[in-house]
């Protein structure tokens, strides 16, 4: 099996996916190319799609309201984790790049190509600094499709990022917590399996969680980076 080198920044991607994963989405980093060999034009953390009728009951657990889904939309989430609170914007190429936009949108499908450069003119301003939550967080709507950009700073509190939408430590530690360290056995759904069925990328993330709280620790991400091995 790969190893893989931790470091934070990969580490609060990897949780950004693993929290995008278990509220039903499906989840990838995306680069996109450039014309110019040995460069790329923009990359992705965490492209994360969810479909409308997205249901998994046996879990007993409810889509995180922090993430305001709703209902008969596809939603498209494009994440951007951050390791430090006083950095905590998109890269630029998506702030200023229109082409970096709509090759996005494109790859990802959820638009017709008639509506891409209209999404993608409305998304742009949405991926600058101080744009208010509200306004991230409604995103783009078009003909029952929905794309959002959603910053991510594991390190940070919600104090920290009360003015924008941002995913903090607090919430995707809770939330994963809430999914894999039930206070009672669920009927349905057995939460003690071979971990390493979530791949070498989350793998390590997941024992982590199910471990932490078996021992009576509260998993958080000082205990992850001990765990993860990263300084």
Same mark, same amino acid.
């Given at each position: 099996?790969?190893?893989?080198? /931790? !470091?934070?920044?990969?580490? +609060?991607?990897?949780?950004?996916?693993?929290?995008? @994963?278990?509220?039903? *989405? &499906?989840? !990838?980093?995306?680069?996109? +190319?450039?014309?110019e060999w040995g460069q790329n034009l923009a990359e992705v953390d965490c492209l994360a799609i969810r479909h409308p009728n997205h249901s998994q009951p046996e879990r007993c657990v409810e889509t995180s309201p922090f993430l305001a889904v709703r209902k008969a939309e596809v939603d498209l989430i494009i994440c951007e984790a951050k390791s430090s609170p006083e950095n905590i914007t998109f890269n630029e190429s998506l702030r !200023?790049?229109? %082409?970096?936009?709509?090759?996005?949108?494109?790859?990802?499908?959820?638009f017709c190509e008639e509506k891409i450069e209209s999404v993608a003119n409305s998304l742009q301003p949405l991926l600058q600094p101080g744009v208010a939550l509200e306004a991230a967080r409604n995103g783009v709507l078009e003909s029952g499709h929905r794309v959002r950009p959603l910053l991510c700073?594991?390190?940070?509190? %919600?104090?920290?990022?009360?003015? @924008? /939408?941002?995913?903090?430590?607090?919430?995707? &530690?809770?939330?994963?917590?809430?999914?894999?360290?039930?206070?009672?056995? @669920?009927?349905?759904?057995? !939460?003690? *399996?071979?971990? %390493?069925? /979530?791949g070498y990328a989350l793998a390590p993330l997941v024992t982590y969680f199910k471990e932490d709280a078996k021992s009576g620790r509260t998993p958080d991400l000082a205990g992850l980076y001990v765990h993860l091995g990263v300084t």
């Amino acid at each position: 099996m790969e190893t893989v080198q /931790w !470091t934070k920044p990969i580490v +609060h991607e990897a949780l950004a996916t693993l929290y995008l @994963r278990l509220n039903g *989405y &499906f989840t !990838t980093a995306l680069i996109v +190319h450039s014309p110019e060999w040995g460069q790329n034009l923009a990359e992705v953390d965490c492209l994360a799609i969810r479909h409308p009728n997205h249901s998994q009951p046996e879990r007993c657990v409810e889509t995180s309201p922090f993430l305001a889904v709703r209902k008969a939309e596809v939603d498209l989430i494009i994440c951007e984790a951050k390791s430090s609170p006083e950095n905590i914007t998109f890269n630029e190429s998506l702030r !200023t790049d229109l %082409e970096v936009i709509r090759v996005l949108l494109r790859w990802a499908g959820v638009f017709c190509e008639e509506k891409i450069e209209s999404v993608a003119n409305s998304l742009q301003p949405l991926l600058q600094p101080g744009v208010a939550l509200e306004a991230a967080r409604n995103g783009v709507l078009e003909s029952g499709h929905r794309v959002r950009p959603l910053l991510c700073c594991p390190p940070c509190s %919600e104090g920290d990022c009360a003015d @924008r /939408w941002c995913l903090v430590g607090p919430e995707l &530690f809770n939330f994963i917590n809430l999914c894999f360290n039930p206070l009672e056995k @669920r009927k349905n759904s057995s !939460t003690r *399996y071979n971990f %390493e069925q /979530w791949g070498y990328a989350l793998a390590p993330l997941v024992t982590y969680f199910k471990e932490d709280a078996k021992s009576g620790r509260t998993p958080d991400l000082a205990g992850l980076y001990v765990h993860l091995g990263v300084t």
